[in-house]
């Protein structure tokens, strides 16, 4: 089935600490990146019908990968949303967060990093980065108009889309459930407190960079998130430049937001795509 209990995303990830104290390993690199392969997805019972569903684009990154995404289209021509999707295993994890999005007059686009799904190659913080390069010039090589991209980072993607967002700008950056850096997280701004000295090669420092976004930014936290906890979406917005909205949803936790927020999130993605979120009009 598409739309997987995200609990289990959790105790995979409990079981990966456990593993790595277990086995004395420093590395955080197994927590970060929990990518599986898979040969094909079933879209049958999705809320999008078929003939809207562009499944077959293999792109080529600019180091010698390939990327596998996904495109959701309208009927019309519409805003469309560049996803960039977070650790846990594949595009299937996330196709309910296309359909939300689908569902409130956008295109879609989300693809897998390497070593998710049936992307080829090895997943690191800087292949994830020349992925989502590709993806955004799929879209461009789609014909989408650069002035109609929206950029969506949920949880890890959020530090692969905003590094994105700051060498091509979007029309404007969506944050959700993001960490502030790998540093942070391992400090204990989550509910999973790993040793600093666990920290490896990847950083994904929204903090250092956001500073340089030319483009409105949205930005939401869940206020009980149990995973990677408020106070680095907070952090995060602090160092952002105007125009800026935050969203701090009062009973979300990491991946609820949605669900949890209702009609107030829908209200708020549907003046993002129409332009008067930020103060405009279409």
């Known amino acids: 089935t598409m739309r997987r209990d995200r609990g289990s995303h959790c105790l995979r990830v409990a079981a990966v600490a456990f593993a790595l104290l277990l086995g004395g390993c420093a590395s955080l690199e197994m927590f970060l990146f ?12 999705s809320t999008i019908p078929e003939d809207l569903i562009e499944g077959e684009h293999f ?16 009927l019309e021509p ?7 999707h977070g650790q846990s295993p594949n595009i299937g994890e996330y196709w309910d967060r296309v359909e939300i999005l689908h569902r409130l007059g956008a295109n879609v686009l989300i693809f897998d990093y390497r070593g998710y799904g049936r992307s080829e190659g090895e997943t ?4 994830t980065y020349a992925d989502a390069r590709a993806a955004r010039q799929l879209l461009r090589d789609l014909g989408i108009p650069d002035e109609e991209v929206f950029y969506y980072g949920f949880s890890m993607g959020a530090s692969i889309c905003a590094p994105l967002a700051i060498e091509d700008t ?35 420092d929204n903090v250092a960079i956001i500073g340089d976004l030319q483009a409105p930014l949205l930005l939401m936290h869940g206020v009980e ?3 990677v906890s408020v106070d680095n979406g907070q952090l995060v917005f602090a160092h952002a430049p105007e125009p800026k909205e935050a969203f701090w949803v009062e009973g979300a936790v990491h991946s609820s937001i949605p669900e949890t927020a209702g009609e107030d999130y829908d209200d708020l993605i549907i003046g993002l795509l129409d332009g008067t979120l930020f103060g405009g009009a279409e």
């Open 170 to 204: 979007p029309r404007a950056l969506v944050l959700e459930s993001g960490f502030a850096s790998i540093e942070r997280l391992a400090r204990g701004g989550s509910g999973l407190a790993f040793a600093p000295s666990w920290v490896a090669d990847s950083t994904f």
């Open 124 to 127: 690191t913080e800087e292949n």
């Open 78 to 84: 519409a805003p469309t949303v560049l996803y960039c």
């Open 34 to 45: 929990l990518g599986s392969e898979v040969e094909e997805y079933d879209f049958s019972e």
């Open 225 to 227: 998130d149990d995973y």
């Open 59 to 74: 792109v080529a990154t600019e180091d010698g990968g390939v990327i596998h995404a996904v495109f959701a289209r309208q």
